[in-house]
């Protein structure tokens, strides 16, 4: 079980996904471990910029989704919700065409935020962009923290 407190379903975060952007790029839960969380992510017109490489915007749409959900795994989901604090990535190198794939693992699971960091890799494997994804944990009821 490792760092989740509800052992993900990857049938059910997947459904999760209908009528909202994942479903429209694509995003597929993939795979979990004890430590991380995999999701996937077509590269094609969808995830294009103009230049036909996959848009940086794309990759940290599959970052924050991927990092929210692990985050939300690891809640007492009858007490708490997590939010999106802040989002960054870096982006090392183009992908035209085939999945992009990424691994969120924990950096800190602490009692008001959570920090991932959500590496992406192309089809060979090589790394594409390396994002960090700070949650806040909020009591059920509470508002959520404003910027």
Known sequence: MGLWRQTPDLARLNETLTNTIGEGLDIRFEAFDDESLTASMVVDQRTHQPYGLLHGGASVVLAETLGST???L???SSRFYCVGLE???NHLRGLRSGRVTAVARAVHLGRTTHVWDIRLFGDDGKPSC????TMAI???GA???RG
């Open 130 to 133: 390396i994002s960090r994804l």
């Open 74 to 76: 690891c809640l007492d």
């Open 70 to 72: 692990a985050s939300f």
């Open 138 to 140: 909020v009591p059920l």
């Open 87 to 89: 989002v960054n990535a």
């Open 143 to 145: 508002e959520p923290p």
